[in-house]
């Protein structure tokens, strides 16, 4: 898979800045050139990325290229790219989307289910519900700060907590003074033991039960948390920045960057009486305190969404239950990771979401 991921970053890479400069006609005639085409075995390789299977065209490319005398035809190049191009949009960049539905990032930056922006400042050192549902519950760890005259914390997500079945699993960013990007800043937990993902680009880990997998989308401080059937989570550990902390004022101090979670959840068939911050976001009657238009809605709700822990289902609004097993009859047959949004999330105004 690492060989996989080098080869589409490069082809996309090269064939990216000839196009974007406006030279096709130098793409073509670099194939063009080449002494003897075998049109047979390219072709075999065409019929892979014909038939959606861009990961075999892949792995069969590299079986040709060692072949003495075997080169590609112009063909193969286009099939090539799209391939590489399927890859690296499907499975190659799962990193959260800040700008879309079921994201949580920043001082937290919510967009719910809805499409609407909305902010939930909790407190700093508190946990709170996300999502609870009949199977699921997803907690948040907040961290922060109160600068002097402040009559808020500033709060960022530092931390996840699973609770599915009979399991429990968590994540979370480890404190750091400064930032160090070759330094992998993830912690993870499998009910309550320490669990290990070794580093690197696509390696990963699954559960006894296959239950939960979790992979790292790149070699540190990136993941993908899979729950099959029922969620998908993608995970960055970002600190706050300098200039995230000169625009805000958050008087961020030397001996801690403040390293955080970037969020984007996925769900599969959410029932209807889903709550938490988030997950109330997705019932399909529910109405956004946080109307469109206003620069920075924040809404309220910690203490219906406060639990004691990161692994507790104790809120006063939490649905979820050990044993739980979904109710197919009130569940939601969308899949909310297939919206199509439009408008300008960065705004911190409402988007509007359609099937």
Known sequence: MEILHLTCSWVVHW?????????????????????????????????????????????FFHQMVMLENVNPDCVTLVSLVSACAQLCSVKLDRKPNCNSPGAACLDPRFIGGDGIVFYFHGKSNEHYSLVSDLNLQINSRFIGLRP?????????????????????????????????????HLKFT??????????GHLSSWKSPESSLRVERTSSKNSV?????????????????????????????PSNDCFAHL????????????????????????????????????????????????????????????????????????VDYGSLDCTGSASSGNGIVCRK
Not at 282 to 298: E, L, R
Request: charged fraction near 25%.
């Open 15 to 59: 064939s990216n800045s000839i196009l974007n400069a406006g030279k096709w006609v130098v793409l073509l005639k670099v194939f063009e050139g080449f002494s003897r085409l075998d049109v047979f075995l390219w072709t075999s390789m065409v019929r892979y990325e014909q038939n959606g299977l861009p990961e075999e065209e892949v792995a």
């Open 148 to 184: 002097a005259g402040r009559t808020r914390d500033y709060t960022w997500i530092q931390a996840l907590g699973f609770l599915f079945d009979s399991q429990t699993f968590s994540l979370e960013a480890t404190r750091a003074a400064t930032w160090d990007d070759k330094i992998d």
């Open 190 to 199: 499998y009910n309550g033991k320490e669990l290990v993902v070794p580093e």
């Open 224 to 252: 993908l948390v899979s729950l099959p059937e029922v969620a998908e989570i993608s995970v960055n550990v970002v600190p706050v920045t300098k200039e995230d902390d000169r625009i805000h004022n958050y008087q961020i």
């Open 262 to 333: 970037e969020v984007q959840f996925r769900f599969y068939g959410l029932s209807s009486k889903v709550e938490g911050v988030l997950g109330r976001t997705y019932q399909p009657d529910f109405q956004n305190p946080a109307k469109p238009g206003v620069a920075m809605p924040v809404v309220g709700g910690e203490d219906k969404y406060r639990t004691l822990s990161l692994l507790s289902a104790d809120c006063t609004s939490c649905i979820f239950s050990p044993a739980g097993v979904l109710d197919q009859e009130n569940s939601l047959l």
